[in-house]
């Protein structure tokens, strides 16, 4: 490092104002990343660990400190399951792209479990320089995945064991059908995937027009049924039997479910035989039954893989603990603030609260009365909030509120006060009452930034003020407050240098 590197120089200038509080901050930012992140995250280099967050040791049960240095095959089954991936990475990693696989991996404890890895090398020039790890324990779902192949599976053994042909079509193309489908039109297994439903008509003019018919009679939630001649794939017709019903009346490009059955015969006997018209009428009756229970079938397996996507977005946007906001949703949400208060020449607050004494309730009470203290002050902050206001869980007892459209400091003012006055309640565990008070830093949307990331950067810096003047207060952010950070960064600088380089003597 150079003089000017050293001393935060650009081109031999004045240092940047902030610059070193927005390094400190960053680095910060960093570390509550690695340290509250849902994900293993881990770096090696020379095939061994140097570095990991505490949720990689634990998935692999061990502490950081215990896994640090060891070698990579420690969590792997075996030495070969090792080499093999490790053949498959060099490769991707060398070309300075992203691996990304499901791999068995092995816990301390000689468990094994499925694992989704993602892998970065630092420089893809230089392997040596260590590579990027994230892992995430997939055993969940892996079990959900299974359990709905087995599902699948279960269906489609219904569909085939049926003596009638079943398809669903979608976009006029045929999704998917049973193999008595297939056989009906005399196509192998998988042939009719993909096609356009009109390779099924005899007469394509007399289908475009009967297409045009049913889309409207679908519409209405009704069920159509015709007879009409069909083509198979040897070019021989026949008459068939045809009833469908849209999965969604209102969503028609969902698709429909088809009923087809070769009604040569039957066509040929009710003409020359009307006496047998109560024989079929029954007939009928039992094969719109079959529909029925075949519609619920599979607007129940649709319904379900609906409620998964929402949970899972819902899953991906939230805290676990106190169902709040996360990082994800608070950045999005603020800057669709911000957005909003520019257009209205409005001004928006960013509180950035930290729970004072938070880690002795932890180490006294327990995580258990933690969580509870993190839930009962999650619901203490929204019950003072109005609507159009969010709270978000960033990590740990760390909150941030975005307060949009305001137009004077003194609510901003009114609001952190009775926020202080709420959460310093004591929270009552067990018959236990525990307490914490919360340290609010906030920054003002333009004045102290003019984006997310420095509005909430800005709001931390607030928020350690109003811890540095004795916690339980609340701080409006100042550049006084980045100059010392900026000295707190230099101290804390000088003092590591000092130590490293022994320069400290006790008198």
Same mark, same amino acid.
């Given at each position: ?104 991996l092995r816990r301390r404890d000689g468990s094994l479990f499925p694992c989704h890895v993602i892998a970065k090398a630092i420089n893809e020039k230089n392997l040596q ?53 297939? *056989? ?40 159509v049924e015709t007879e009409r001649r069909a083509r198979r794939k040897d070019g021989s017709e026949f008459w068939c039997k045809i009833t469908g019903r849209a999965v ?34 029954? $007939? =009928? ?30 899953? $991906? ?18 800057? *669709? ?23 002795? =309730? ?16 999650? *619901? ?128």
């Open positions: 490092m150079n003089d000017g590197e050293k001393h935060g120089k650009s081109g031999g200038g004045a240092p940047a104002p902030g610059y070193a509080g927005r390094t400190r901050f960053t680095q910060l930012e960093y570390e509550a990343v690695l340290a509250n992140a849902s994900v293993g995250i881990a770096f090696t280099r020379d095939r061994k660990f140097f570095l990991c967050n505490p949720k990689f040791a634990e998935m692999f049960g061990w502490r950081p400190e215990e896994l640090i240095g060891q070698e990579g095959e420690t969590i792997y089954p075996s030495r070969e399951s090792y080499e093999e991936l490790a053949r498959i990475a060099v490769p991707v990693l060398s070309e300075g792209r992203r691996l990304e696989l499901e791999w068995e320089q260590g590579t990027v790890w994230i892992a995430q324990d997939i055993t969940e779902r892996q079990r959900q995945r299974d359990e709905l192949e087995r599902s699948v599976r279960e269906q489609e053994a219904i569909l085939n064991a049926t003596l009638i042909g079943i398809g669903f079509v979608r976009d006029r193309k045929i999704a998917r059908c049973n193999r008595r489908f297939e *056989q009906l039109f005399g196509y192998g297994p998988g042939e009719l995937a993909g096609l356009d439903s009109m390779v099924l008509a005899a007469d394509p003019q007399d289908f475009e027009q009967f297409r045009d018919e049913v889309l409207a009679r679908l519409s209405t939630g009704e069920t969604d009346p209102q969503m028609l490009e969902q698709g429909a479910i088809w009923i087809c059955e070769d009604v040569s015969d039957q066509r040929a006997a009710r003409e020359s035989l009307e006496s047998s018209r109560a024989v079929l009428e029954r $007939a =009928v009756v039992e094969r719109n039954t079959a529909l029925q229970n075949m519609n619920q079938v599979l607007e129940a397996e649709i319904g379900e893989r609906k409620l998964a996507e929402l949970r899972a977005q819902y899953l $991906a946007d939230h805290d676990a603990l106190t169902n709040l906001p996360n990082r994800r949703l608070l950045e999005d949400r603020l800057t *669709q603030a911000l957005a909003l208060s520019e257009r209205n020449r409005k001004q928006t607050a960013v509180m950035f609260i930290d729970l004072d004494r938070f880690k002795a =309730v932890n180490d006294s009470a327990g995580h258990a009365a933690g969580d509870a203290v993190l839930k009962e002050v999650s *619901q203490r902050l929204a019950k003072q909030l109005r609507t159009g206001d969010t709270i978000c869980r960033i990590g740990g007892d760390e909150f941030v509120v975005v307060l949009p459209q305001f137009t004077r400091l003194s609510d901003i003012a009114h609001v952190s006060q009775k926020i202080i006055e709420t959460v310093s309640q004591p929270v009552n565990y067990n018959d236990q009452d525990l307490s914490v008070s919360p340290s609010i830093g906030i920054s003002i949307f333009p004045d102290d930034g003019r984006d997310a990331e420095s509005l909430i950067r800005n709001a931390d810096a607030a928020m350690y003020h109003a811890k540095e003047t004795g916690r339980a207060n609340y701080q409006f952010f100042t550049e006084q407050m980045n100059l010392a950070a900026t000295r707190r960064m230099q101290l804390e600088n000088d003092l590591r240098g000092a130590l490293q380089n022994q320069e400290l003597r006790m008198f």
